[in-house]
Antibody, heavy 123, light 107 residues
Framework: QVQLVQSGSELKKPGASVKVSCKASGYTFVGYAMNWVRQAPGQGLEWLGWINTNTGNPTYAQGFTGRFVFSLDTSVSTAYLQISSLKAEDTAVYYC????????????????WGQGTLVTVSS | DIQMTQSPSTLSASVGDRVTITCRASQSISSWLAWYQQKPGKAPKLLIYKASSLESGVPSRFSGSGSGTEFTLTISSLQPDDFATFYCQQYNSYPLTFGGGTKVEIK
């Protein structure tokens, strides 16, 4: 069965960096786009962007360029989200989510989600 | 960016009630709309895609309708497991955007 298993919670100080992993299993990793979505405490869902697992090409939503980096290690079927120069407002649960489309050509809607990784930024 | 507006933000209902949630897009998105259910502390779960197509394994009491700018999610007979927050999401254009959510509470 399809599973996306994310790394554990992180507590970081402002200005630090964090790298969240999302390990996929139960399907062919290369072929389905991977998205990143975040949810601040008590708030709604916000799309950060997606990465083409065929080419490794990332697409970032406006406001998530520069400090946010999507990457892959296809040898271990894992996607990564790295956030640098962390700010208090980055405190959120970060989800990876698989796109439904089996060609990684675009991002549409999400049929499988990771369990979420809480990133807390506090001094 | 396409803005997605859900109403109501909170809904109180009883088991067995018919429940309708509305999602409006700031411009036409054809039928490129998905609905998700999220329970506290859990990841969202896909319910509906392409406005009215039921995801495999989702109970038939959930249904979606609409096109253009106005969409609805209907639960025909609310069950205890359905108390959760529901989100719509458009995938007509980037950036993908979500509605603010509708929390369905027990009356």
């Amino acid at each position: 069965q399809v599973q996306l298993v994310q790394s554990g919670s992180e507590l970081k100080k402002p200005g630090a960096s964090v790298k969240v992993s999302c390990k996929a299993s139960g399907y062919t990793f290369v072929g389905y786009a991977m998205n990143w979505v975040r949810q601040a405490p008590g708030q709604g869902l916000e799309w950060l962007g997606w990465i083409n697992t065929n080419t490794g090409n990332p697409t970032y939503a406006q406001g998530f360029t520069g400090r946010f980096v999507f990457s892959l290690d296809t040898s271990v079927s894992t996607a990564y989200l790295q956030i640098s120069s962390l700010k208090a407002e980055d405190t959120a649960v970060y989800y990876c989510a698989r796109d439904f489309r089996m060609d990684s050509s675009s991002s549409d809607y999400f049929d499988y989600w990771g369990q979420g990784t809480l990133v807390t930024v506090s001094s | 960016d396409i803005q997605m507006t859900q109403s109501p933000s909170t809904l109180s209902a009883s088991v067995g009630d018919r429940v309708t949630i509305t999602c409006r897009a700031s411009q036409s998105i054809s039928s490129w709309l998905a609905w998700y259910q999220q329970k506290p502390g859990k990841a969202p779960k896909l319910l509906i895609y392409k406005a009215s197509s039921l995801e495999s394994g989702v109970p038939s009491r959930f249904s979606g309708s609409g096109s253009g700018t106005e969409f609805t999610l209907t639960i025909s007979s609310l069950q205890p497991d359905d108390f959760a927050t529901f989100y719509c999401q458009q995938y007509n254009s980037y950036p993908l955007t979500f509605g603010g959510g509708t929390k369905v509470e027990i009356k």
